[in-house]
């Protein structure tokens, strides 16, 4: 497994990827209507490509081969900001490993990343959300040294999803 930045080349791969993780993942949560409306939000090759090319976003691709085995997506400033007392957090917006692929090490790569990129960038905290109901992903943000401090809302379409925002003071 390889990590190398995104390229503007990689959107319509990654929007794919991080639609059809999301889906996998999230899809029974929703109705149709909510779920398309937010893959076309946030996942469109457009939507992927503009993140890209801004300087509010840093994706990191882990590559087996040819193909994308997951990525992490680090935004700042953070949108979640706001509820919590660092002065100068990152954002951590998603990590997603293929499905099938989890416990092979390639999450924990990319948090390895994430965490240096906080550090390097003079970060104070990684703020990060995650689905209230998502008990595996809540236990492997919590080795790594992450906390709950709040309760949150995450809008997919119309619904709002219970979140729990979880921080890493650095």
């Not at 939507?47 to 691709?61: K, N, R, T």
């Not at 293929?98 to 905290?125: E, F, K, N, Y």
Request: with cysteine; net charge negative; proline share 3%.
């Amino acid at each position: 497994m390889i990590l190398r930045p995104a390229y503007l080349a990689d959107a319509a791969t990654l929007a794919a990827f991080g639609g059809q993780s999301f889906t996998a993942a999230f899809g029974h949560l929703y109705s149709a209507s909510d779920l398309a409306a937010f893959i076309e939000e946030v996942y469109s090759p457009a939507s992927v490509a503009e993140e890209i090319a801004g300087d509010d976003c840093i994706h990191q691709l882990a590559m087996d081969g040819e193909a994308l085995a997951g990525y992490c997506k680090m935004r700042r400033p953070s949108k979640l900001a706001a509820h919590s007392d660092a002065s100068n957090p990152i954002e951590l917006g998603q990590l997603y490993t293929a499905p099938g692929r989890t416990g092979q090490g390639i999450g924990a790569a990319l948090m390895d990343w994430a965490i240096d990129v906080a550090r390097a960038g003079g970060h104070d905290a990684i703020l990060l959300s995650v689905w209230s109901g998502n008990t595996g992903a809540q236990r492997f943000y919590e080795r790594y040294g992450f906390a709950k401090i709040a309760d949150i809302h995450f809008k997919v379409g119309e619904q709002l999803d219970e979140e729990f925002l979880f921080e890493m003071k650095m």
